[in-house]
């Protein structure tokens, strides 16, 4: 299959999951009266579900599922390794601890936007923390065990939250939040979360360049002309803001950006740059089916979409070890 025909085949299969997802839900509707209601001004219930819960979902899925695929692509290519993911350096859960101290300190409760923009405060001190760490002139392996140690800091004050919660109702609620889901979002957390995702997407677009060269090792891409260190900070810039905010908006939904590159690079031959667009497609594809899912297989009792993600990402990422292992 040529780059052309596959990017082809994953934005149609990117439009037929998001009009599948528009017309998915607990009511027993027709599609075609679904769809119609979208466009009917009419001020009917159905209407209101399909322009209030379900189209701002769709969407979101979309953009999740475009930052994740998108940073998970260019974090494996920066970082020369197909087991690099986005949270590989602290984004995700430094957005998590942002939300964390919100929900807990009441702040949450302030306005209607408090959590995403604590959450997205967060994932800003995480990098801002990841480029102090790793330094003007770190490598690859320095800003790994940067976002490690993140990791397991932000990781580690979230349980302890947890663990001096005095109201367990807010413990409650964290711990849901922290499982990733779509449900009950609005337009509100999509013009939040738009703006500040197309920055990080057209940051990351501007890597290929860099990813390409990369291939040949350090050395060879700074002979070509590749500035390392202005590409580590537009890649952590373009990663921070595509994952902070959708770790705002959704969650903690993981494995995508992991998946999804690795699932397309033999398609694209294994370049950096046409990966980029193909697993932002195949991100976008995957958060819709995903969504889809949680609304089909247990309709009355809110299966968050971190959960099922991890359960069909889990095995994956066990199979990519095994044929690792298998190789060496």
Known sequence: MSYRHLIAALTMLVVALFALSLVTGVARVGPGESLAALFRDDGGPLTMVMREIRLPRAILAVMIGVSLGLSGAAMQGFLRNPLAE????????????????????????????ALPVAALVGA??????ILFLAGPGGGAFTLILAGIALSALTGALTSL???????????????????????????????????????????????????????????????????????????LGGVAASVGAATAVAG??????????????????????????????????????ADIAVRMVLPGRDLKLGVLMALVGAPVFLNLIWRMRGQS
């Open 86 to 113: 986005p949270g590989l350096i602290g984004v995700s859960s430094s957005a998590a601890l942002g939300a964390v101290l919100a929900l807990q300190t009441g702040f949450a409760a302030s306005f209607a936007l």
């Open 124 to 129: 800003l001190v995480g990098v801002g923390a």
């Open 161 to 235: 939250v947890l663990n001096l919660s005095p109201n367990p109702f807010a413990a409650n609620e964290i711990v849901f939040w922290m499982m990733g889901s779509l449900a009950d979002r609005s337009f509100d957390h999509v013009l939040m979360a738009l703006p500040i995702m197309a920055l990080g997407w057209l940051a990351l677009a501007r890597t290929g360049r860099g990813l390409e060269a990369l291939t040949l090792g350090e050395d060879a891409a700074a002979s070509m002309g590749v500035d390392l260190a202005r590409l580590r900070l537009i890649l």
């Open 252 to 289: 903690a939904i993981g494995f995508v950006g992991l998946v999804v590159p690795h699932l397309l690079r033999p398609l694209v031959g294994g370049r950096p740059s046409r990966l980029l667009l193909a697993s932002a497609l195949g991100g976008a594809a995957l958060v819709l089916a």
